[in-house]
Structure formats: C-alpha cells, structure tokens
C-alpha cells in the first residue's frame, strides 16, 4: 500500500499527520461557513471509535441512516476504525426493505438520525435481532460525544484497536435495477488501496463540492478517502436544492456529479449567458458555479461528447470516470487531458483488467470480497482464474476504457446479431425533449419508450410531441444499421423508477401495461 497505509484508520492517522490543521471539511451551520481540519476530523473519528467500544467491545454488523453531514462523515469513519462492519442505508429506506436487509446483513446496532427514530421503532418490533438503537441528536450531541471520548479523556486507549487489512469494513448494498440487491463485502485494505494512489493526485489547492449521497461508496471513497489521501478541502452540499447557492458560497474546483446533474448545470449556465449577452461564456458560467469552478467528474451514466464539448467552450473541463461498488469503486480514473476525452477514464491502480468476449473484467487490491452470506453469487461473480465479472461490454484504447452497455441488457436478434440497448440510447441523450428513454426487444423488433420533458414540451399537443419525437426517431435511425433501427416507439406519462443512484430500473416496470400507446 502507499505510505504504509492499508486501513481505513491508517489513512486517517496518516492525513492528520501530513496536512494537520489545513481545511479537511467546510460545511454550512446556522447559516454560516464551519471548518473542520485534517487533525479534527481524525480525533473526532477516533472519539467515535471509542464511543461505541463502550458500547460494546465485540465486533458487530452495525447499520447507519442518515443524511450527509460532518457528523455523518466523523461518524461512519469512525465506525470503521472501530474495527466494526458497517451497513449504510439510504435514510429513504423503507421499513419493510430495512427489515429484510436487516436480516440478511445480521444487523444487531443501528444507528440512525432522529428524523429515522419513528421508523426504527417499527424494525426493532419486526426484526428482533437489533439488540440496540442510537438515535444520533443534532451536532451538539457529536460535539459532547467528542470531547467525552477524546484522546485525553480516560477512554483514549479504546481506539487502540488492531485492524486486519483483509477484515470486511464496509457492507454496500447494490442499487437492485434487476430487484435483486446483494450485500458487496470491503474490507479496510480494498478501501486504502482504492483511495491511496498518486497516479491521480488532486491539486494542493483543490476545494471538492461534495453532492452525491454518502451511504454510497462512489462518493464516500471518493469525496472522503481520497480527499483524506491528497490533503484536498471537501465542501459539504447537503440538500440538492442547495446546489447553486452552495457553488457560489463555497466556489469549489471541482465536483463529482451523475450526469443529469451535470445537464441540469449547463442549462442553468445557458440561461445565464442568454441573461447577460454582454458577458463572456466564461464570465457568464462564473455566476452559475463560481470563479474557480473548472472541472466536473461524473459517474454514474453515459456522459455524452456534446456536453463534453459543451462544457468547455465555458471553461469547464468535464470527464467521465468508471466504477462500481464491487471494486470500491473506482476502476479507471478521469483523464483531464485532450487527448481520449470521450473516454471512460485512464486505467491507473488497477492490477490487471481485461476483455473477454466483449466483457470487462477487473482483478486487483479493489476488488470485493464477495457478497455477504451469498457463497454462489459470488463464486458466479469472478472467472476461474480470479477476474470478476464486471458485466459491463467495453474496449480498451490507448490506456482508457470506453463503455459499450451492459451485458445483461443485451438485446439478441433472431439473425444473431447483439444489440447493445445503451449504444442506441446514448444516441438520444442531447435531444431536449427527450428526457429518458429504454429501448428493448418486442417480437423480435427494437422498440423505445420514451418520457418527454414535460417543461420542454408544455403547450404541445400530443400529436406535436409524437411528431417531433418521430423525427428524432427517424434522425438516428438513419444512422443505425437497419437491424438496429427502432421499429416503434411508445410515449409515458410518468418517469421511469429509479434507484437512489439515478439508474433506471429496467425490469420493474411492464411495458405493455405502464405505457402510453
């Protein structure tokens, strides 16, 4: 590992070391701008650690609800240090879906923020294995939980855990787009070796806005542990209807977002710059993002060339990264050079990765340990000779990975020919009033659905929208081989399900029944 780091707690240490009293975290609080350094937040991870050894000192599966804060952050690190595994949930969760992952993840504590307390009543009737429920209080309840459990206080030799590189670390559930979400294992070194790299060191000077959910490991690896690694600031969003604001107040460099995020940004750029016709593209993104703000990594989805470009006509520098929970995440990383822009990121810190059959395959220190408790899933999940299946379709150029589709969404033909439903989407994505659409096989046909954006298409008829929606149709068929064509298309009324990371969830749904002929 670099530096001798190989744990999660390694890595703290290590940041309070090297960067000390430097801004780790700046986060708003009553209105005004906190920060938090690399040495504070170490002790109040630590304190953390030592809290819940008075609680109980044997190793536990330990759930965590709740929204992003520095306390969610201090918290869920802490935790980790402690030598405990912990099980993140979106705090949107469900107390029937709690309760059954509960199970299978052999929760026996959870802690949970207040506004979760009602819910969390509910599980402990139902699931009678939670043996304990912390109900966390607001930032005046950390601050007394830090200075209880600091390093001077009587309970300082708590933290003195010993920690296994290979002891799981983390249980993340998957997002489910198939309805079947299993438990992805990472232990402590899986999460240093992902986060610990110098292929890709942030700036001295790097500020992150971070926006994305924590209870995610795309941005609490990248957002925190890198952060932690580089010695870079993270600038804590909170809610996304705070987004604009918090680009202004923070001016950040850089920020990780989903692509329709990253939409959702240049469109309010656009409208800035038709506001202001005197202004430069550049001074007109500047009122949107802030006068620093030159680079966006984005994850997630397809990030389409056009926005690419887009970008940076102002100033704006965004790429695309590639991942996924069963390598902690990161596989590739965002290549801010010219040079393979359409890329989906340069191949650095990864031992080995491969094609095979079209497949991507990974082997490295970042991969998983397995699914908890699904022994065949995961010997399923990795090849005979120990590459995991990524079941992503993609082709490696000059050092870079670009994205084809999923290999479970293949669409076969009676001709035989494979037909990638994302090749043929990706094509739709800069089309405005399309705003989702999935493609699929029909009686040996290829068929959309689409939902058009209801604010692009307010005032048209229904004949207007199919209209216009035909001739977008017909415009990318006339670029597809006439096997891949799309032979019709529905219109919905109602977006498509989601999961709490933006994917689509694309089998639960009926197409037949849920669409608008």
Known sequence: MEKGI????DLVLFAAEEYNEKDFCRFFREFEICRKSFSEFSEDCLSVSRY????????????????????YIACLTGMICSGNVVVPFDPNISVDEACQLFEDADIEMLFCEEEFSKKADKIAKRY???RQIVSLGDWRWFEKIFKKYSSESEYASLSDVEIDPQDCALIIYTSGTTGDRKGVMLSNGNLASNSCYDSYKSRDEEVNLSLLPMHHVFCYACDVL????????ICLNGALISLYKNLLAF???????????????LTKIKIAERKHPELSKREAAELVVGKNFTRIIAGSAFLSGNLIDEFATYGITARQGYGMSECSPRITTSDFSEDNKYSNGALHGV??????????QVRGPSVMLGYYKKPERTAEAFTEDGYLHTGD???????HIYLVGRKKNLIILSNGENV?????ENKFVDDGIIKEIIVFAEKDAIVAEIYPDDQLTAGMTAEEISAQLSNIVDRVNSMLKTDRQIHTFRIRENPFPRTSTGKIKRTQFNFEEDAQK
């Open 6 to 9: 190989s744990t999660v707690k």
């Open 52 to 71: 819940i050894k008075t609680i109980e000192k044997k190793k536990m599966h330990i759930a965590f609800i709740g929204k992003t804060s520095y306390e």
């Open 128 to 130: 009678k294995r939670l």
């Open 226 to 233: 890198k952060n932690l690694y580089d010695g870079s600031t």
């Open 251 to 265: 001016e950040p460099t850089v920020a990780r977002m989903v692509p329709l995020i990253c939409k959702s940004v």
């Open 351 to 360: 031992d080995d990765v491969r094609i095979v059959d079209g497949e991507i």
């Open 393 to 399: 379709l993609g082709y490696i150029e000059n050092g």
């Open 420 to 424: 990638s439903p994302e090749e043929i």
